[in-house]
């Protein structure tokens, strides 16, 4: 190959001309340079002009007047027209070249599948759900780029993408290309400042969204501001979660305002933002703008006794509510007894959580007179409020007004006998009951004897949970005893663990009798974090009742120890067995 690019062709077209014309002469081959760009052998215009001008220097003999300027036309008006073929072809080769690129480019569709294909994902176009895929900037620009493609989407989930944060406007300025979005959720994806602007002047264009989860945010704690005053008057949104935001005072005096302008929402929850508690007085009194609401969760939010007045007269414009979740909130204990006046009239209410308030032997006594006219009511948590057990007030009693309970847990709540009794009477009247937990509540020890007849009625339960209750071995053969009579047959869940009390002989009668528990799903046996015992002869009963248990997919025992030979004969369990149980050991 020579250097010089033009002598190359030139002396590809004379090859290829001597092919085709044996006794051309190089004389000829310089003319057809001036003659086309091809040096094909077929029929072009002649192009005069071109020539007189290679031979504009030599002398003919002809004159140089009037002969001269007539050839002078002709070479300029052949010019323009050869000019005008040559734009004529270049423009048809232009043509068939983009049909031919847009012919082999995908369409936007390809685009979003190849996309999706290369995340490992199913490619929906309603619903893009994109969580927890490690999204890189250049993954959000692309998907950016392929909103325009995405008409019909109604979903957007990029949770948990660390790498969407600083990234986000990117997206934002293409989503008015999908306005029938309704769903958008950006859970710790590390959103910055600039984020949080962007997607508040989205939201001024984005008119049919209905659920938004920006929670685990950090970032939009004190500018949360800048996202609900671009809301419209009246809009769509039912769901608000902003869980673990950081969320000032400030914070919860915009959102105050906000409720103003969402007057359809369902779901508000703003948990673990311990900040907001201070600004709860002045939401109490917007919360009458959301009629509809029907689930508050305050879990962790800082309230404080004050808080809880000012939430307590909110409730009675919430009327649909169905769960309220004031869990944690350790300061409201002892404000019970001034805040309860219309938490009696949630006629709908179905969870009530209450665990971890430090609730007062006062405020028991108000409770106990509350709680059982929630003539609706599902799930109750009352875990880890001491005063639970050891009130003079029987609300464990009443509890048998609520004949629709599911779910009962009273945890470490300093139980007695007499109130366990309480429990064991009233959960009589419980027909529904699927879970029940009664953990770290010692005086189940021994005792479990008085909550027989409840467990022999207690066709549906699903979850028994007695971890650290002191158990001992005449309570895990009573429990034996109604399963191999064909109660609790539809038991999924078993805590046993943190019971180190119970023998080797007590382990033997339990694993003989639990074959028979066809649903068991989760069984945990584990040891106390600060024990560690030996695995006695017990050991092979379990492995042959595990055989037996097509449900159960996860075994708890840490702590124990396992000889040699017994380790070997677990590792080699599913395998042996064709199972796929996840041993925590």
């Not at 509510?321 to 019970?336: A, P, Q, Y």
Request: glycine share 6%; net charge negative.
């Amino acid at each position: 190959m020579s250097a010089d690019p033009l002598k190359d062709d030139m002396l590809n077209c004379q090859d290829k001309q001597e092919e085709d014309t044996p006794n051309s002469s190089p004389f000829d081959f310089v003319i057809k340079q001036f003659q086309g760009k091809s040096c094909a052998p077929e029929k072009r215009k002649e192009q005069p002009s071109a020539i007189k001008k290679f031979f504009r220097g030599f002398d003919f003999g002809k004159s140089e007047g009037k002969d001269r300027r007539e050839i002078e036309e002709k070479e300029i008006n052949n010019s323009g027209a050869d000019d005008q073929s040559e734009k004529e072809d270049l423009s048809v080769e232009d043509g068939h070249s983009h049909l031919i690129s847009e012919a082999e480019s995908p369409s936007g569709e390809q685009r979003f599948n190849q996309f999706m294909q290369k995340l490992g994902k199913k490619p929906n176009s309603k619903n893009l759900d994109l969580n927890n895929c490690a999204l890189s900037e250049e993954d959000v620009t692309e998907l950016a780029s392929l909103l325009p493609f995405l008409s019909e989407l109604e979903e957007i989930s990029l949770s948990w993408n660390g790498c969407v944060g600083g990234t986000l406007k990117a997206l934002t300025v293409h989503l008015h290309h999908v306005n029938l979005l309704k769903v958008l959720r950006l859970n710790n994806c590390r959103l910055t400042a600039e984020d949080v602007i962007s997607l508040g002047e989205a939201f001024e264009i984005v008119s049919q969204l209905e659920e938004l989860d920006l929670s685990w945010n950090s970032n939009i704690g004190g500018k949360l501001s800048l996202l609900t005053k671009k809301f419209q008057k009246g809009c769509k949104l039912k769901c608000l979660k902003i869980t673990d935001c950081n969320l000032t005072a400030k914070d919860g005096e915009s959102l105050a305002e906000f409720l103003n302008v969402i007057p359809n929402l369902e779901v508000l929850d703003l948990s673990i933002n311990k900040h907001i508690g201070c600004s709860m007085k002045v939401m109490a009194q917007d919360l009458k703008n959301v009629p509809g609401l029907k689930e508050l969760n305050l879990h962790m939010c800082g309230l404080k006794q004050d808080s809880l007045q000012g939430l307590d007269t909110a409730l009675q414009h919430l009327t649909e509510l169905r769960k309220l979740d004031i869990s944690c909130n350790r300061e409201i204990g002892g404000g019970f007894k001034d805040s309860t006046a219309h938490l009696a009239s949630l006629k709908n209410l179905e969870v009530l959580d209450l665990h971890q308030c430090c609730v007062t032997e006062e405020d028991m006594t108000v409770l106990s007179q509350v709680i059982p006219l929630l003539s609706s009511l599902q799930e109750l948590n009352l875990s880890s409020n001491k005063s639970v057990g050891v009130s003079s007030d029987p609300l464990l009693g009443r509890l048998r007004f609520l004949p629709k309970l599911k779910s009962v847990a009273i945890s470490n709540c300093g139980l007695g006998e007499e109130s366990l009794s309480s429990l064991a009477e009233a959960a009589l009247h419980l027909p529904e009951l699927e879970i029940l937990d009664l953990s770290w509540n010692k005086c189940v020890g021994g005792n479990l004897k008085l909550l027989l007849g409840a467990l022999k009625l207690a066709a549906e339960i699903q979850v028994l949970r007695l971890s650290s209750c002191n158990l001992v071995a005449e309570d895990l053969a009573l429990l034996t005893s109604l399963t191999q009579d064909g109660h609790l047959s539809r038991l999924q869940k078993l805590d046993l663990s943190y019971n180190d009390s119970i023998s080797d002989e007590g382990w033997v009668v339990f694993c003989q009798g639990l074959a028979v528990s066809k649903e068991l799903s989760e069984l945990d046996l584990s040891l106390r974090p600060s024990a560690c015992r030996d695995c006695g002869t017990w050991f092979s009963e379990l492995l042959a009742a595990l055989a037996q248990l097509p449900a159960l997919a996860e075994l708890g025992m840490q702590r124990w120890v396992l000889s040699e030979p017994q380790r070997k004969q677990l590792e080699n369990f599913n395998h042996d067995n064709k199972r796929n149980i996840r041993f925590d050991c």
